[in-house]
């Protein structure tokens, strides 16, 4: 019996669930949205982002699934959040960042606004009210503003009237979108989201990543020009470092599984490479990020030659190993991706996770004790929830909608 089949694990997983959404119930702002969290849970003086409150949105919803009382009342305060505070009404949309008096970031990037969908969708599948209005607005949001349909991807930022397109493209917000879209059609039974987060993925995964070695480029100019030098001055940075992110290549694989085996559920025959490249990506990933520096753990970033960068661990990039090696375990069976799971959790419940403080460390250093070099507290729940519950979930449909179906082990 492997872990992933065992009862008294599942059984593991859940209390680490319910602790998790525990630790998360006093980033709620009574202003609206959700706060950033330190050390100890309380919210981070600041603005209030999008990018959090959905994703606090989303992981309440995936409570309300779960029967988890007190949920429902912080998904509705996520989504009052994004029908008022957050709306730009006059232009559409989604502020960035909002303060006491309005907006402090007013531009409109497809990294939150791809939470926005999957928030939307999450409490769509949880059937709360509004959600599914907000969910099609997003939805509407996504296709006029951030899809590039001639490219096959997502477009990145753009100004508060949606007038001035920023010329970079990334692949971190297309990996989300593809995340949001794979949700969407879940929940709207449309096939178009499908469709097009498989046609990011196959950019993405079958040509980005499988022409490089599997280290995936990251940031590109305005015609999908790779430029592989971008940020070199400023490695660490939290969402556009300077090379490639073993986070994102395992991210990546698992999203590659979750949409072919969509494509089969639907009658279709999902393509070879598949299944494939995201085998590849995961053995590029433990190859170059695992253990590489003498310490066990998942280095940040390696460069173009596959040697590290920044090398603090960070705990999301754990939490989707695991998510990865499930999925992974799920569509092959391989004995060798429930032993990488095993390995993973057992690293994350030695230095990742806090007993006595709670949630996860978001960072550790090379010594694997806490650092704070790119993240500092324990800003939000959502990769360290989605860890818990994608093992316990078949590969199709995703997280919520899977929750809403009940297929939970």
């Known amino acids: 019996m492997t872990w992933l089949t065992m009862p008294a694990h599942a059984r593991w997983l859940e209390q680490e669930t319910d602790r998790l959404l525990s630790f998360g119930v006093a980033s709620r702002r009574e202003t609206g949205g959700f706060a950033r969290l330190d050390d100890d849970g309380a919210p981070v003086a600041g603005p209030t982002e999008l990018w959090i409150t959905c994703r606090m949105t989303h992981v309440y919803a995936l409570g309300v699934l779960l029967g988890r009382p007190g949920s429902a009342a912080l998904v509705d305060h996520g989504l009052a959040a994004l029908d008022t505070v957050f709306r730009d009404a006059q232009n559409g949309g989604w502020f960035t960042e909002i303060g006491p008096d309005g907006a402090t970031d007013d531009t409109k990037t497809a990294y939150p606004h791809a939470f926005v969908v999957l928030a939307t969708a999450s409490a769509t599948a949880a059937n709360r009210p509004g959600a599914r209005a907000l969910l099609d607005e997003a939805l509407a949001v996504s296709e006029l503003r951030f899809w590039d349909d001639e490219a096959g991807m997502a477009v990145e930022s753009w100004d508060r009237a949606f007038t001035t397109l920023d010329p970079y493209r990334g692949v971190n917000a297309n990996m989300h979108t ?220 995703v997280i919520a909608p899977a929750l809403a179906a009940g297929a939970l082990d």
């Not at 178009?192 to 490089?212: P, S």
């Not at 940031?219 to 999908?224: A, K, P, R, V």
């Not at 990020?289 to 753990?297: E, L, S």
């Not at 390995?343 to 090379?366: C, F, M, N, Q, R």
């Open 178 to 397: 593809v995340e949001a879209y794979l949700t969407a059609a879940d929940v709207t039974g449309h096939r178009i989201w499908l469709d097009r987060a498989v046609r990011v993925i196959e950019r993405v995964v079958h040509g980005f990543a499988r022409a490089n070695s599997w280290r995936i480029p990251e940031h590109f100019t305005s015609d999908w020009h790779p430029n592989l030098e971008y940020n070199i001055d400023a490695p660490a940075d939290p969402f556009r470092p300077y090379g490639a992110t073993i986070g994102h290549w395992l991210e990546w694989s698992r999203l590659t599984l979750h949409a072919r085996a969509a494509i089969t559920a639907r009658g279709d025959v999902a393509p070879l490479w598949m299944l494939e490249d995201a085998i590849s990506l995961f053995d590029a990933a433990v190859a170059e990020g695992w253990d590489v520096d003498g310490a066990p753990g998942f280095v940040y970033t390696v460069d173009w030659e596959g040697m590290p960068v920044v090398h603090e661990r960070m705990h999301w990039v754990v939490a989707e190993g695991i998510g990865a090696a499930a999925a992974l375990h799920a569509a092959t069976g391989d004995e060798r991706f429930d032993t990488w799971y095993a390995t993973l959790w057992d690293y994350a419940a030695h230095y990742l996770i806090d007993p006595v403080g709670g949630s996860w460390w978001h960072e550790l250093g090379t010594d694997n004790r806490v650092s704070r070099t790119v993240w500092a507290g324990k800003a939000d729940l959502y990769h360290s929830v989605q860890a818990t519950l994608i093992p316990r979930l078949p590969l199709t449909p």
